[in-house]
């Protein structure tokens, strides 16, 4: 979401998050019935500030349930207008099973996601599955913010931008 600077050495960058991104992944709820939630129901976020080390983790957990790494698809959500062709048209996105979980109503745009695809027909794995992923403390490569970021955010940062030879 930062737009790249052409020179190289120390750069402020600055970009917004809109409050569509926080309030869809809350099912849009107010931010007064966000505050009238338990504690522990209440929209956080999570920011992972080291994406491989998390990968690892999740990955190798999987793997130690069972699961085999060609069965694990990571990718990113492309997003798609299912509305174009009217409430009763019709759309062929001609790709196979399990990829069709690779899109996403465009109204969502904005969530910019990526997600793991976990494709494997062991019914052992896949009842396992049907439960939360216990990874185990992410508290050294993520921040927490207890916040419901209903308006939105922005984020500004220094960077240093290198050439890589």
């Given at each position: 979401?930062?737009?790249?600077?052409?020179?190289?050495?120390?750069?402020?960058?600055?970009?917004?998050i809109p409050g569509s991104y926080f309030r869809a992944f809350a099912d849009n709820i107010s931010r007064e019935k966000a505050e009238m939630l338990p504690e522990e129901e209440r929209p956080v976020l999570?920011?992972?500030?080291?994406y491989p080390e998390f990968k690892n983790r999740l990955i190798n957990k999987l793997i130690s349930m069972g699961v085999n790494s060609n069965e694990i698809i990571e990718t990113l959500v492309t997003y798609y207008d299912f509305d174009q062709y009217g409430e009763m048209g019709w759309i062929d996105l001609d790709i196979e099973s399990p990829l069709e979980?690779?899109?996403?109503?465009?109204?969502?745009k904005d969530q910019n996601e990526g997600r793991f695809i976990i494709n494997t027909k062991n019914?052992?794995?896949?009842?396992?599955l049907k439960e939360p992923i216990e990874i185990g403390p992410l508290d050294d490569i993520c921040l927490i913010c207890d916040k419901y970021l209903y308006e939105g955010v922005d984020v500004e940062l220094t960077a240093n931008v290198v050439l890589e030879k």
């Open positions: 979401m930062f737009n790249c600077p052409a020179k190289t050495g120390v750069h402020k960058l600055k970009t917004s999570l920011v992972i500030n080291n979980l690779v899109f996403k109503h465009i109204k969502f019914e052992k794995t896949l009842l396992m």
